[in-house]
T-cell receptor, first 115, second 108 residues
Framework: DGGITQSPKYLFRKEGQNVTLSCEQN?????MYWYRQDPGQGLRLIYY???????QKGDIAEGYSVSREKKESFPLTVTSAQKNPTAFYLC??????????????FGPGTRLTVT | AQRVTQPEKLLSVFKGAPVELKCNYS??????LFWYVQYSRQRLQLLLR?????SIKGFTADLNKGETSFHLKKPFAQEEDSAMYYC??????????WGAGTKLIIKP
């Protein structure tokens, strides 16, 4: 699988530490997204970006931050302010060409465990 | 409020039996609906979209605006259909609103 990569696959951190999750895509997609996936809750949007140097809060942005300095990259920082950071994090991207914006391509995910 | 509801967390059927995964939505505009699938140890991926009216891997889904439903169906389940299925609704900001997902298990 190419296209969209996330690293690392597993991440362990101590409570109180910030941690940054990487997401890179080579699909030339304009839009990128970060989701949190918890059992029984589906996917919840954390942040999204439709253009370089611009991003928007999703439904659960508190305790998270992002940057979009390059079209290919959309890193997510989980800060110490996030009350329940242990989760599976998914990054996705999509083209904003007509008919395509909802066709999101997903990375393999990063499982973050904070103790 | 915009919402997607998948009432079944888990659906278990025997191989060869028909499958129907339910999805209901709430949306004030003209909906665009999708089914995504996540097979074990694979990435989440688009399965089908209502606007293309296609059949993928034997699955079909019909948008019923009267019942605000977009159920996913397959007449004869196969073991490789076992996966997590998510229904999603596209909103006016190009975002997807996701259902909670249904885990489909096909028993041999």
């Amino acid at each position: 699988d190419g296209g969209i990569t996330q690293s690392p696959k597993y991440l362990f951190r101590k409570e109180g530490q910030n941690v940054t999750l990487s997401c890179e895509q080579n699909l030339n997609h304009d839009a990128m997204y970060w989701y949190r996936q918890d059992p029984g809750q589906g996917l919840r949007l954390i942040y999204y970006s439709q253009i370089v140097n611009d991003f928007q809060k999703g439904d659960i942005a508190e305790g998270y931050s992002v940057s979009r300095e390059k079209k290919e990259s959309f890193p997510l920082t989980v800060t110490s302010a996030q009350k329940n950071p242990t989760a599976f994090y998914l990054c996705a991207s999509s083209s904003l060409v007509y008919g395509k914006p909802y066709e999101q391509y997903f990375g393999p995910g990063t499982r973050l465990t904070v103790t | 409020a915009q919402r997607v509801t998948q009432p079944e967390k888990l659906l278990s059927v025997f191989k060869g039996a028909p499958v129907e995964l339910k999805c209901n939505y709430s949306y004030s505009g003209s909906p665009e609906l999708f089914w995504y699938v996540q097979y074990s140890r694979q990435r989440l991926q688009l399965l089908l979209r209502h606007i293309s009216r296609e059949s993928i891997k034997g699955f079909t889904a019909d948008l019923n605006k009267g019942e605000t439903s977009f159920h996913l169906k397959k007449p004869f389940a196969q073991e490789e259909d076992s996966a997590m299925y998510y229904c999603a609704l596209g909103d006016s900001n190009y975002q997807l609103i996701w259902g909670a997902g249904t885990k489909l298990i096909i028993k041999p």
